[in-house]
């Protein structure tokens, strides 16, 4: 049977149960494999790593099992695909036609999936959620944010957001949203998790750790695509919630925001999976970094949102009063100095305490902003990993009185306009920038805090 004829079968068959065509990859692996060849070659031909071929091969025979009704693999697809084309001939009701999930061209994730490798023991979806938290921080006092929760819920339960970015600088809150978040959606849920990756785990430590919350008899498979793959399966099977935290701890020092590294690059292709592949789960990414590829991912369309988490606002005077301060007039200005950062509150407030007797005017006498030395080593993490030009930027910006453009930086450090560019975009990126639109143009500056932090640090 001619191949050209058996891949245009196996694509009809595709579009009519699940209403998408097979993309261009899953295309070449179909031919390629039908014709003997090793996945390592596909990789190479169509430049891609040997993993993601893999995992994207795993997902097509996935798909081809449920469209076909028979266990679909590396294989036995060819001998599959002719045998259903040689019926369908004589017989084009027997084959697919039920339960097709067309709707203006709209791919549907089904509940339920049949697959040669699904994990073992499959589960019946639990009455109550499964939660593991592991060791998320217990929360004790938590202020409002309430349109921060009604927006991600929003994405979460109504959008069906498959992959969230929680963004903002160390201390603005993200940690607590988030256990916040799961406590106020859990209910929506099969599995609950919540995992930080602030000892940078590698992606191969991270999936064992998940697999075992999900499977909790079954063994744990060797290879990362198989874990991967299995990953995908319950993130398809259950409706899961999945926080990972700390995700900066997987970029380096020393190179522009969002770099993976070396050990770590892997992850990038989970993230994307998550995004691309049909699943009915949410996995939230909290940093103080913008991962790079969450702009690509959105701008494809994909299930996918950033959010970005700014001052806690009038609400942080809870937090100036559990700490008993005085002059609540004056708290205003203190939470607006200190950027409406609750951690930064939380520092602030204990010096207040203790070398002011709590009175907050006496302390604003001072040449604001005071940073109080724990606030010191909270901005040393980011500031540890600048680059050279993106330090350079941020001692230029320290001694500017009014925001400045981009072109307004160039030829005043030693830095082509690319670089400086670049660092600009990668300081935006650590939340170190504050911006604005004025007459059509966008200029930068440094918040009161990160200002005096650079000027006691040079
Ligand atoms: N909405 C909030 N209400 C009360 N305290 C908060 C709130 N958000 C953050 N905090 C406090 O601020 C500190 C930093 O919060 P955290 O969530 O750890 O920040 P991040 O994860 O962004 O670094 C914690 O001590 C936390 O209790
Ligand atoms: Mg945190």
Redesign the pocket.
Same mark, same amino acid.
Request: charged share 20%; glycine share 8%; no cysteine.
């Given at each position: 049977m001619e191949l050209n004829e058996v891949l245009r079968f196996a694509d009809e068959k595709v579009f009519s149960k699940t209403g998408k065509h097979l993309d261009d990859l899953q295309e070449t692996i179909l031919k390629e494999v039908c014709q003997g060849r090793k996945y390592a070659k596909i990789a190479q031909d169509c430049d891609r790593s040997e993993g993601y071929v893999r995992v994207a091969a795993y997902e097509l025979w996935k798909i081809l099992s449920d469209v076909f009704e028979e266990d679909v693999s590396r294989v036995n697809v060819k001998a599959i695909l002719e045998r259903a084309k040689f019926y369908t001939n004589f017989s084009p009701t027997t084959i697919g036609s039920e339960n097709v999930t067309v709707n203006n061209h709209v791919n549907f994730c089904q509940r339920k999936v049949r697959s040669p490798s699904s994990p073992q023991n499959p589960q019946q979806t639990p009455t109550q959620p499964h939660i593991d938290l592991g060791d998320a921080?217990e929360? +004790?006092?938590? +202020?409002?944010?309430t349109s921060e929760l009604s927006t991600l819920e929003n994405w979460i339960t109504q959008e069906h957001t498959r992959l969230i970015a929680l963004l #903002?600088?160390? #201390?603005? #809150?993200?940690?607590?949203?988030?256990?916040?978040l799961i406590d106020r959606i859990k209910t929506q849920f099969d599995y609950v998790i919540y995992r930080s990756l602030r000892f940078s785990p590698t992606l191969d430590a991270t999936l064992t750790n998940l697999l075992q919350i999900f499977s909790q008899q079954s063994e744990i498979p060797q290879s990362i695509e198989t874990k991967i793959s299995q990953i995908l399966d319950y993130l398809r099977k259950y409706r899961c919630l999945i926080v990972l935290?700390?995700v900066q701890m997987l970029w380096g020092s020393g190179q522009l925001a969002g770099q993976y590294k070396t050990g770590y690059e892997d992850y990038q292709l989970f993230f994307k999976l998550i995004a691309e592949v049909c699943h009915q789960s949410c996995l939230i990414l909290?940093s103080?970094e913008k991962p790079r590829e969450i702009a690509r991912l959105s701008k494809d369309n994909h299930p996918v949102r950033c959010f970005v988490?700014g001052s806690?606002g009038v $609400? $942080?005077k809870?937090?100036l009063n559990s700490q008993k301060l005085s002059d609540q007039e004056t708290w205003e200005t203190l939470i607006d100095i200190y950027q409406g950062?609750?951690?930064w509150?939380?520092f602030t407030a204990t010096l207040i305490q203790e070398l002011f007797g709590g009175r907050v005017a006496e302390f604003l006498q001072c040449e604001m902003p005071i940073l109080d030395e724990g606030l010191q080593s909270?901005l040393s993490q980011p500031f540890g990993r600048l680059t050279a030009a993106e330090l350079a930027v941020m001692v230029h910006l320290a001694n500017q009185p009014e925001p400045v453009a981009v072109s307004q930086i160039f030829n005043k450090i030693p830095f082509s306009p690319s670089e400086i560019v670049n660092a600009v975009r990668s300081l935006g990126n650590r939340f170190l920038l504050d911006t604005q639109e004025q007459e059509q143009i966008t200029l930068f500056s440094l918040n009161s805090v990160v200002k005096q932090y650079v000027k006691t640090q040079t």
């Open positions: 921080p929360i +004790f006092t938590f +202020f409002d944010r #903002g600088i160390s #201390g603005i #809150g993200k940690t607590t949203l988030s256990l916040s935290d700390d909290n103080w988490l806690l $609400a $942080a809870e937090i950062n609750p951690l509150l939380e909270q």
